[in-house]
């Protein structure tokens, strides 16, 4: 899809569905579909999945991070994510709410190629995913003067790297969404670029209602939720509409005063020894123990089915990220790791399967080792 088309009223006025990737064969001719966009998703079982934003959600989305960002019509969005990514199309939604310059980085990601692409179209809004901060950061480039705002989606930015890329002028801020909320559900607002960064919390937008459960799992309900979801069955498309005003996510936070703080994937949390394991927390304390020395993507904790312990916790990685690194990393851990959450031997991986975002492609990953290890 053209970024341009975007922009025009020609595009948003349009009831005919579409999608913003590559959607198997003809999308179905269903009533519920007509002026949605339809993005592929997958969760943690590395199932496909078609979600239906309508364009109406879309643009409430965008308007909420306008308003928040302070983009106004003078204002310049950098698209810097592919657009069948909720993430990337949300810019573009943005830049058409606003009446405001889209310009799209025209190769393929590349540090500083991407630094001086901003400097000369004077962007001033941007988002990215925290492998594209740690690229800018590694590199040592300073942001150009005009740009205001990065919003750092798609994973979690540790304090270290966010630290240091604040520290060479990008406006880094955390944000944390899906694509069933059409993007941002909480993004970190301008005022907390005084402060040094940290990774939470972050406020919520003003659209969305959030509550926890009793196990600090997230509920969502606003404008820019999803209609509903389209599966195949056999040859066969159905759609599966949403049934509740609130949206039951998979995400663990602590919410207080209108701030949420990410804690983990309720999917992520595995039995060892009849405790729960929390996968996700134990990932970021590796990264918190490297001190920003690991990028971001280069590796996950599965767990691997066990006859006497229920599960054992396998850490994966590139096998082009640093090995002293990754040695050092898990030697400081196994001191410090009670036994329910000991690691086994790291394993690399030659091919490392990511998404297009950069982010592990956790369930491929877990089936591999679990071939190699039965």
């Given amino acids: 899809m053209d970024p341009s088309l975007l922009t025009s009223a020609t595009f948003w006025q349009d009831s005919t569905p579409s999608s913003a990737g590559d959607f198997p064969g003809k999308i179905p001719a269903l009533p519920?579909?007509?002026?949605?966009?339809?993005?592929?998703?997958?969760?943690s079982s590395g199932v496909p999945k078609w979600i239906a934003l309508s364009k109406a959600a879309l643009l409430a989305s965008a308007a909420a991070v306008n308003r928040h960002l302070q983009v106004v019509r003078a204002s310049c969005w950098g698209l810097a994510l592919p657009l069948r990514h909720v993430g990337g199309f949300g810019v573009a939604a943005r830049a058409y709410e606003a009446g405001c310059r889209l310009r799209e980085f025209p190769q393929r990601w590349n540090a500083p190629a991407f630094a001086a692409w901003l400097a000369e179209n004077e962007v001033t809004h941007t988002s990215l995913v925290p492998t594209q901060v740690h690229d800018l950061e590694a590199a040592g480039l300073r942001a150009p003067a005009s740009l205001r705002a990065v919003v750092v989606g798609g994973g979690h930015l540790d304090i270290e790297t966010g630290g240091a890329a604040r520290a060479l002028g990008w406006p880094v801020l955390a944000s944390y969404g899906m694509t069933e909320a059409a993007s941002q559900i909480a993004t970190q607002d301008l005022a907390s670029l005084h402060q040094p960064y940290q990774p939470a919390p972050i406020a919520l937008l003003p659209i969305w209602r959030a509550e926890t459960s009793p196990d600090q799992t997230l509920r969502i309900a606003g404008p820019a939720l999803f209609s509903g979801m389209l599966i195949r069955e056999n040859e066969n498309w159905s759609f599966q509409a949403r049934t509740s005003a609130w949206h039951e996510t998979n995400d663990r936070?602590?919410?207080?005063?209108?701030?949420?703080?990410p804690i983990g994937r309720a999917d992520l949390r595995v039995k060892v020894l009849g405790e729960l394991v929390d996968l996700e927390m134990i990932e970021r304390e590796l990264y918190d123990i490297s001190a920003g020395k690991l990028a971001p993507g280069v590796f996950v904790v599965v767990a691997i089915p066990d006859a006497r312990a229920e599960h054992r916790l396998v850490p994966v990685f590139d096998a082009a990220a640093n090995s002293d690194v990754i040695r050092e990393v898990l030697s400081t851990y196994a001191k410090q790791a009670p036994g329910i959450r000991r690691l086994g031997p790291a394993v690399m991986i030659g091919d490392f399967p990511r998404s297009p975002l950069g982010k592990p492609c956790r369930a491929q990953i877990a089936a591999g080792i679990k071939a190699r290890h039965p």
């Fill in 32 to 43: 519920e579909l007509q002026d949605h966009i339809l993005f592929e998703t997958s969760g």
């Fill in 253 to 261: 936070v602590w919410l207080e005063n209108k701030h949420l703080t």
